[in-house]
């Protein structure tokens, strides 16, 4: 069963690629993946969720401010500043969910799984 | 039932009060409404009329709102003059003969100019001050002339000598009376006050009087005085008093008193009951109320005893002023020359910085019964609150004239001693008790508490009282007026900016860390970015800051619709050469982007992709372009008109200075963008005065306007100095800059913040001219630390390999976003429609 999930998994880049607080984007298939890389005390999270804005039907997700609003850790879309739940994908503002995907580090590679 | 008939004869700035009162009122649908106007407008701001000498235009200085004639249905009779009433018909007869039905009349006819009796006063460069057209025949009579003489040394002949004198005369006052303002200031005021004035360079001629106008010899005119001596000028423009304009209540037999004025009671009514007079036309008491806050009272009262409500009359009003000629302060309250028995008085004179200060007390010691000011006004209106609502003087009364020294406090009044009638703002009639009551309904904010109640809307001088009679009624209320920027940090923007200052914090962690909780987001990231740029100037990509900026920062572009970003290269002033235009062009092509010319003097290049940015830049940065922070909050465009170089009408190189302005401020980030202009002279074609920073060019130098904005909420930019040489000019932006930086809120234009600064206006100015707060070096250093490590940020990112690393769509991959699809509109490319996308899909 192991075996069969890891076969999902895709490396995308390195750790190194990622910037304390910033996001990439990940082409993986033919999905969009925003990556996020959150500090908290020091230590480093990755979120994975998808790249596409629902509100402004463009794929930029990647590119918004991360921060953390009423408990949530969140994205700000760039373009109209929706907020999206990193670990739920749910829009804090809307009745809107966006894929989220899992995400690890392995031998210093990024992996995502999307299905 | 037929509607009655409410004639007003006169739509000045009394007149127009009431019918804007009576409208109001819900009687009025039963009147059919006339109001005769002999002017060729309706009612404008007389009060602020030097203004048009400054650039306002007839319509800045309408009082009139958009329609209001229309939406209220009032007959508005322009350029047509009553010229006898027939009481026993109740009709109005007008100049042409044509008559007009009245139930009930309103006189608000106001008052004329006098002119003595001089011989020779009828020639044609004898002028007076007292409607935009007598504005429009000084201005045209001073272009042909050098000197100006006025007659008259009162409140409105010294503002028409400062006129003359920035109409480029030499300039002359000349009194009957042995001072200066006889009315409202003693000796001890007088001889101060002539001395301030003759340093501005008008000359002060007292106890002169006028007895024939000649031929000139060396000017046109030559005026001859009883005591023999002699005074050559080419315009005499006369502010020896006001008559009211009784013409209609003579002819109609009304009672008038002895030396004119239409006689009323309390309520406002004539000897004929259906006739009412209101304003400088009006006689109460035996007196004639020269200034327009009485006069508003009285359209108050008059509207009340008309719609039947009988809710007011009118008790006498107080002829405190404030003159608010620029560069001078003189201020007369109440009983100034200590009349009433048994008076006493303080007073305090400084010859070396000029000031002169006098209060007047009663016999007991215990009530301010008057004061003088003279070269210092700060505290007239707490003295005017003082006497008018009877508050105890505090056990040393002179405590309130001397200056305050060792940083001691000045005895503040407590606005809680007012009583809820105390009037705050008498131009708007707003007391206490209304500015509680808005606040009570909710209002927090000074700008927003202006358009609430009209208080501070006028000439400002209230607007700190008004704004402590708010802060004191939230505090009662226990509203405590949260600024905090957001979740993440109890602060305002204000006080994070010295936070940061103060305890040279050079990071956004470290300030959370300090002074905040949890990771932040994206309100007080961007903020945090900004302020860190606006004190320390650090690169903005440096990687501790490169998460906490907007999108449009990192990219340094600004982002699209579509995700795509467009492309603004630097075009200080709008100036461009023909081989600018050309590599423009060049890379437009080479790319294929959309190029548009903006509203700010440059070109936009629309639909580039993230990793096309830095090959667009580095193909601009070798033709000479720098970035045009279209995407900051930061100064974007200095607009310039053509200027003297070119226009025939130029009085200056406006487009010099605007590509110097341009130059110094590019890069600095604030709380928002900022934008200037620079016109070369009045005519004003680079619409300065709708900018933050607005420089108009005269005859003698620069005049510096502040605080305009364009978009969803015009504001008109207030002057703020005149007549500046260059240095002075850039000096006194530094300032203001720094300033507006330090203590804006967050996406706060100059316009709202103006609108929010306690003072107002008057506040800024001597912060920023008058250095009142001392920090005017400290400003320019900042300002000058900023200039001097300005560095190009396109350049910066171009030349370092590590930083272009980011600009690429994907991590994995170097395929575009297959999203991003243009179709072609006239010629150019377009983002498609999501219809477009689908049916290009499948086409594909
Ligand atoms: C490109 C341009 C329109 C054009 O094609 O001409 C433009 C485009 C935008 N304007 Fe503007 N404004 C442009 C000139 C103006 C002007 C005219 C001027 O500067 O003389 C004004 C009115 C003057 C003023 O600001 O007082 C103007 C008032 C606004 C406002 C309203 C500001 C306000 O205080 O009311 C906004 C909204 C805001 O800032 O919150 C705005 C916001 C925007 C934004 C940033 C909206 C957005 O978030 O996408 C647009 C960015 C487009 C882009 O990516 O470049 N834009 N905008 C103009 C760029 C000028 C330049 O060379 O930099
Ligand atoms: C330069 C200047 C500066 C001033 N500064 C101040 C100041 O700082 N503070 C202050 O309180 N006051 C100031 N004043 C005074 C203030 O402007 C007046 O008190 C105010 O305008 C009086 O209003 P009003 O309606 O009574 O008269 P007006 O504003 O003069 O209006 C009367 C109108 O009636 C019209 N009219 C007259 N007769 C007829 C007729 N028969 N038919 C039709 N129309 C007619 C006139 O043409 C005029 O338009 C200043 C005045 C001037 C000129
Ligand atoms: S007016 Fe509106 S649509 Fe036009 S450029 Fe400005 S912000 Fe964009
Ligand atoms: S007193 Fe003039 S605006 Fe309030």
Avoid at chain 2, 35 to 56: H, I, M, N, Q
Avoid at chain 2, 135 to 152: D, H, M, N, P
Avoid at chain 2, 219 to 237: H, R
Wanted: with cysteine.
């Amino acid at each position: 069963m192991n075996a069969i999930a890891d076969l999902n998994w895709t490396p995308v880049c390195n750790v190194d690629d990622l910037l304390p607080n910033l996001g990439v984007c990940a082409k993986v298939a033919d999905k969009q993946v925003a990556i996020f890389k959150i500090m908290e005390n020091g230590s480093a999270n990755l979120f994975a969720i998808d790249n596409h804005d629902p509100f402004s039907e463009a794929n930029v997700l990647s590119r918004g401010i991360v921060g953390d609003l009423k408990g949530h850790t969140v994205v700000a879309s760039p373009i109209y500043k929706h907020h999206f739940d990193l670990v739920t994908g749910q829009c804090l503002e809307d009745d809107v969910r966006i894929p989220v995907y899992p995400v690890r580090v392995q031998n210093g590679r990024v992996e995502v799984m999307v299905a | 039932m037929s509607k009655q008939k409410l004639v007003v004869i006169g739509n000045g700035m009394v007149g127009q009060k009431f019918l804007a009162q009576f409208a109001e009122q819900e009687q009025s649908i039963a009147f059919d409404i006339t109001t005769f106007c002999e002017e060729p407008r309706p009612a404008y701001d007389r009060v602020y009329l030097s203004a048009y000498f400054s650039g306002k235009t007839a319509e800045d200085l309408s009082l009139v709102p958009a329609g209001f004639f229309e939406t209220h249905n009032i007959n508005l009779r322009l350029n047509d003059k009553a010229v006898s009433i027939d009481r026993a018909n109740k009709l109005v007869e007008t100049a042409n003969g044509e008559k007009v039905p009245y139930d009930k009349l309103v006189l608000a006819t106001g008052s004329y100019p006098f002119v003595p009796p001089i011989p020779g006063k009828d020639r044609p460069e004898c002028l007076v001050y007292r409607t935009i057209e007598d504005l429009e025949a000084i201005k045209a009579t001073a272009a042909k002339s050098r000197v100006g003489v006025v007659v008259g040394g009162g409140l409105l002949g010294l503002e028409a000598a400062k006129a003359l004198k920035d109409l480029g005369l030499e300039t002359h006052v000349v009194e009957f009376a042995p001072r200066l303002m006889a009315v409202q200031v003693d000796e001890g005021g007088g001889k101060l006050l002539r001395s301030m004035i003759e340093s501005m360079g008008v000359k002060v001629h007292t106890g002169k009087n006028t007895q024939r106008i000649e031929d000139g010899s060396s000017s046109k005119l030559k005026m001859c005085f009883a005591d023999g001596s002699e005074l050559e000028t080419d315009l005499i423009l006369f502010s020896a008093g006001i008559r009211p304009r009784d013409e209609l209540a003579k002819q109609s037999g009304l009672t008038m008193g002895e030396r004119g004025g239409i006689t009323v009671n309390n309520f406002c009514q004539t000897s004929d009951p259906d006739i009412f007079a209101i304003g400088e036309c009006a006689l109460w008491n035996g007196r004639i109320f020269g200034l327009v806050a009485p006069g508003y009272q009285m359209a108050q009262v008059a509207v009340d005893t008309i719609t039947g409500k009988l809710a007011s009359e009118f008790k006498g009003a107080d002829m405190s002023t404030k003159l608010k000629l620029m560069g001078v302060d003189v201020a007369s309250i109440g009983d100034a020359h200590g009349t009433t028995l048994g008076a006493q008085s303080y007073s305090f004179v400084d010859e070396i910085n000029k000031v002169y200060k006098k209060i007047v007390v009663s016999s007991d010691n215990k009530y301010l019964l008057g004061a003088v000011l003279v070269g210092e006004a700060e505290n007239y209106g707490t003295l005017l609150q003082m006497m008018l609502n009877n508050i105890e003087l505090p056990e040393f009364p002179d405590m309130l004239i001397l200056p305050q020294r060792d940083g001691a406090a000045a005895p503040a009044m407590g606005v809680d001693k007012l009583p809820d009638a105390a009037q705050i703002c008498s131009c708007n009639n707003v007391s206490k008790g209304q500015i509680c009551c808005a606040v009570q309904d909710g209002i927090t904010e000074l700008s927003a508490l202006k358009a609430a109640t009209k208080a501070g809307t006028s000439c400002g001088g209230c607007t700190a009282l008004v704004g402590q009679v708010m802060n004191a009624e939230l505090a009662k209320l226990g509203i405590e007026v949260k600024k905090d920027v957001c979740e993440h940090f109890p602060y305002s923007r204000q006080e994070i900016y010295h936070l940061v200052r103060v305890n040279n914090i050079r990071s956004f962690d470290e300030l959370i860390a300090k002074f905040g909780k949890g990771k932040g987001c994206d309100i007080c990231k961007p903020m945090t970015a900004s302020i860190l740029a606006s004190c320390w100037n650090d690169f903005i990509l440096k990687t501790e800051h490169a998460g906490l900026q907007d999108t449009n920062d990192y990219f340094m572009a600004n982002m699209q619709k579509d995700g795509t970003y467009s492309v603004v290269p630097r075009v200080p002033g709008g100036e461009i050469t023909p081989d600018g235009l050309i590599a423009i062009g060049a890379v437009a092509k080479k790319f294929n982007l959309y190029t548009k010319i903006t509203g700010g003097q440059r070109i936009d290049l629309f639909g580039a992709q993230v990793h096309e940015l830095p090959l667009i830049w580095k193909e601009l940065i070798d033709a000479g372009f720098e970035s045009g922070h279209a995407y900051g909050k930061s100064l974007r465009t200095v607009k310039s008109c053509v200027g003297s170089t070119w226009c025939r009408y130029g009085m200056l190189d406006s487009v010099g200075m605007a590509i110097r302005l341009e130059n110094r401020y590019k890069g600095l980030r604030a709380p928002h963008k900022i934008k200037f202009a620079v016109s070369g002279c009045t005519r004003e074609c680079a619409e300065a005065q709708g900018k933050d920073v607005g420089v108009i060019a005269t005859e003698k130098g620069w005049n510096l306007y502040v605080c305009g904005n364009g978009g969803m909420k015009p504001r008109h930019a207030d002057l703020i100095a005149s007549d500046l040489d260059d240095a002075t000019l850039i000096q006194y932006i530094d300032r203001f800059l720094m300033f507006y930086i330090k203590t804006a809120d967050r996406l706060q234009r100059t316009s709202v913040w103006l609108d929010n600064l306690e003072g107002g206006l008057k506040y800024l100015a001597d912060v920023i001219i008058n250095d009142s707060l001392g920090i005017g070096s400290e400003l320019e250093q900042q300002m000058e630390h900023v200039v001097n490590t300005y560095q190009d940020e396109w350049r910066t990112t171009v030349e370092s390999p590590d930083k272009l690393k980011r600009f690429r769509h994907f991590v994995n991959s170097d395929a575009k976003d297959s999203n991003v699809v243009f179709v072609e509109e006239r010629g150019q490319i377009r983002p498609a429609t999501q219809e477009e996308k689908r049916i290009q899909l499948v086409a594909v």
